[in-house]
């Protein structure tokens, strides 16, 4: 059975716009001992381009073929379901494009949906517009609920903080798509074409990346270089396959490839 990685970035890869030691070379072997992979990222703001011309900028050279964002699950998820609807959209380019690829099209009156992605470039004026749509009937779907990491000087409100905000002035819960949604943790398997059994997630999150591996039966890594630290891993009722410091500590095959 072919083995292969859903990587997520932020923390593994990287942290903010500074290269994890050893990241690099990493990516470097697994494409050298022709590895599948992909980074699974819940970031729907970058399209598949824009974050491979990030990665190049930190020093690792792959192809969009190696990007699965949360905006391209959120597509492919209206697309899957026979919506070639409208959408009235909070959100940035890779979202955009995404939608755009996959035929919903994009409205500014009486949608069938409204989708929240990241962004900074939407007023409140347009979430209360969202939240009208809403109320009037429109389908409540969010890319990914990640929190904000509560840091000063954060550029970002957090997508977490929106989608709470529109769900308490509308009462509809939102529909969510990003990790550890099985939406999206099905579909990035799908994108690499993997079965289950063959799938490992790496992460540094074990809310997202492993509690999602974890419900859908992937093998979890779960890497120290990130937001999780060992002292708390007893507090949850779920434990990832493997711990290590960083990615550059992982030897091939992993212990389970030759199960």
């Known amino acids: 059975m072919q083995q292969g990685l859903l990587i997520d970035m932020d923390g593994v890869i990287y942290n903010g716009e500074t290269l994890i030691q050893g990241a690099d070379t990493f990516i ?16 729907s703001q970058r399209t598949s381009l824009e974050v491979t011309r990030k990665l190049k900028r930190l020093g690792i050279e792959v192809t969009k073929e190696h990007v699965y964002t949360s905006a391209m699950a959120t597509g492919k998820f209206l697309g899957d379901q026979g919506h070639s609807g409208t959408a009235y959209v909070l959100g940035e380019g890779g979202l ?3 939608l ?47 929190p904000s990491p509560k840091k000063p000087g954060w550029n970002n409100l957090g997508i977490a903080a929106t989608t709470a905000m529109i769900e308490e002035a509308s009462g509809v819960k939102a529909f969510v798509i990003g990790k550890p949604s099985p939406v999206m943790m099905r579909s990035a398997r799908k994108f ?34 990130g937001i999780a630290s060992k002292e708390r891993l007893g507090k949850y009722a779920f434990k990832p396959d493997l711990i290590v410091g960083s990615v550059d500590k992982l030897e091939f095959p992993l212990k389970w490839w030759d199960a």
């Open 28 to 43: 470097a072997n697994l494409i050298r001992q022709d590895i599948p992979f992909a980074f699974m990222t819940n970031n």
């Open 96 to 98: 955009l494009t995404s």
């Open 100 to 146: 755009h690829e996959n035929g919903i099209t994009l409205v500014d009156t009486d949608p069938e949906f409204v989708v929240l992605g990241e962004g900074r470039n939407f007023t409140l004026e347009m979430v209360q517009r969202a939240v009208d749509m809403i109320l009037a009937g429109a389908k409540f779907i969010t890319t990914n609920r990640d």
């Open 192 to 225: 690499l074409g993997l079965e289950t059994a063959g799938t490992t997630v790496i992460g540094d999150t074990m809310e997202t990346d492993i509690q999602g591996g974890v419900q859908m039966g992937y093998k979890t890594v779960l890497v120290l270089s």
